[in-house]
């Protein structure tokens, strides 16, 4: 029975997410520690085989539009492994309270971004413009990249959110291609913590199998959504969630739970 | 066959092999058969390697191209990988 609440719980999320072309990976590990009271390297390692399963199940469609940067993502994924590895020592020496806290800053950011995304209107593909960034820049690329790594291997989500406005204002690459980019590194970046988990026995299967099955399947029925879906109403309702859960998480840090019995 | 195209099928493919092994063990574990929680941990240990068996298909494909820098830059990624296992084996 918990195995179902596990996977409607990801599944609903994942959705959600899919509607606005966002991964759902922000909302299950919240979901995991503040509901289900799942312990929190559990949840963690949940979400960041969730992440990996969403991030190869949605890279297809960009790959074939020509949205990816491959070059560049390899590139980069050397500073994202990178901070994955840090993220996977630091885990263990940070207190969960503390990274509660890391969380609720998180989801404050994406609720802001979601707030004030701008508008896709660069349809430049990758062949259109052969490396449509500037090389100086890359530095400043690769150290926000880290940063990224590290926080996903911490709270266990793709971090998107962190990488897309990275390659944005330091390579001033289009929205789509970084866009797609970013969620082609998200599986590698998350795969270089996952073994990490797997290996420390973080990931556990009663847990992590429903969750990640919820997603995938939550993510393409979101996908399929998105088609049809009405702007602005939804974003608003995306934004509540994110604060609901920042304000949530922000308590739990400090002993605080609302959601009924002890986190 | 492009490489963004060769990519594209692996992961397409990979995750709807994982998606069934999953299932399956998921399915398994519903309907209250032990074997269920060994099956979903194939499933999840191969989501796992599916993005790191992509690296290792474009580690292949700029060594084919002979791109000496590119095929170097994907080897450095396996080859951070490769500590994140021996650190999760190693450091607790």
């Known amino acids: 029975m918990f195995e179902l609440v596990l996977f409607a719980m990801a599944f609903g999320a994942s959705a959600l997410g899919g509607l606005l072309g966002m991964a759902g990976g922000i909302f299950v590990v919240p979901a995991l520690v503040l509901f289900a009271h799942v312990e929190l390297h559990t949840a963690v390692a949940a979400g960041i085989v969730s992440v990996i399963a969403c991030s190869c199940a949605g890279a297809a469609p960009y790959l074939n539009a020509k949205l990816t940067d491959v070059r560049l993502a390899i590139v980069l994924e050397v500073a994202t492994t990178i901070g994955a590895l840090t993220g996977v020592l630091l885990s263990g020496l940070i207190a969960p309270r503390v990274l509660y806290l890391v969380f609720a800053a998180v989801l404050a950011i994406s609720a802001w971004q979601m707030f004030a995304r701008r508008g896709t209107s660069d349809e430049r593909t990758v062949e259109d413009g052969e490396r449509a960034y500037d090389a100086a820049r890359l530095p400043v690329a690769m150290s926000l990249m880290y940063g990224a790594g590290m926080v996903s291997a911490l709270l266990g989500i793709g971090s998107g959110v962190l990488k897309i406005p990275a390659m944005d204002t330091a390579l001033r690459l289009p929205i789509k291609i970084s866009s797609a980019t970013s969620n082609f590194m998200i599986g590698v ?39 049809a879906a009405p702007g602005s109403r939804l974003r608003l309702l995306f934004v509540a969630t994110l604060v609901a859960l920042c304000v949530q998480m922000t308590l739990a840090a400090f002993g605080i739970t609302l959601a009924g019995g002890g986190a | ?53 992509r690296v290792a298909v474009m580690l292949v494909a700029f060594a084919r191209l002979r791109d000496r820098k590119y095929a170097l830059i994907a080897a450095l990624v396996l080859a951070v990988i490769g500590t994140g296992a021996w650190l999760g084996l190693h450091v607790h």
């Open chain 1, 189 to 227: 970046t998350a795969a270089a913590s996952g073994v990490a988990y797997l290996a420390r026995g973080d990931v556990v299967a009663a847990i992590a199998a429903p969750v990640v099955l919820g997603s995938v399947l939550g993510a393409l029925l979101g996908a399929k959504l998105l088609l």
């Open chain 2, 1 to 53: 066959m492009s490489l963004e195209r060769q990519l594209a099928r692996l992961l397409a493919a990979g995750t709807i092999a994982g998606t069934i092994v999953v299932a399956i063990g998921f399915a398994l574990v519903c309907g209250d058969v032990r074997a269920g929680v060994t099956v979903e941990t194939i499933g999840i240990v191969a989501f796992v390697a599916l993005p790191i068996a």
